[in-house]
């Protein structure tokens, strides 16, 4: 059975094959390939934008109360934009 593993070797990211037989591994490959790298880091980055939904749905929960803002919603946006344009640009390098 084969399996890739995200990890770092030297600081930098890698992914490194592995065969694996009966859950012991018998070969380990390090491959450092341009395509794992990218989607390494836009899966990295879809996590991060995931993870600051939540500000995202207490801003809206706000508006609609017409409650004071428990973030700013500027700023909010400019960071959760860059991380899209940052995502849209690796994936055209695919």
């Known amino acids: 059975m084969e399996i890739k593993v995200n990890t770092r070797i030297n600081g930098k990211r890698a ?3 592995m065969m694996a037989e009966e ?3 018998v070969a380990n490959e390090p491959v450092v390939d341009d395509n794992g790298l990218l989607l390494s880091e836009i899966e990295r980055l879809k996590s991060e934008l995931q993870e600051s939904d939540y500000k995202v749905i207490k801003c809206a929960e706000a508006i609609c109360l017409n409650a004071e803002m428990p973030y700013n919603m500027t700023a909010l946006h400019n960071e959760r934009q860059a991380m899209r ?3 849209n640009k690796l994936e055209q390098q695919l």
């Open 85 to 87: 344009d940052k995502i």
């Open 23 to 25: 859950a012991q591994i």
């Open 15 to 17: 992914v490194v094959t």
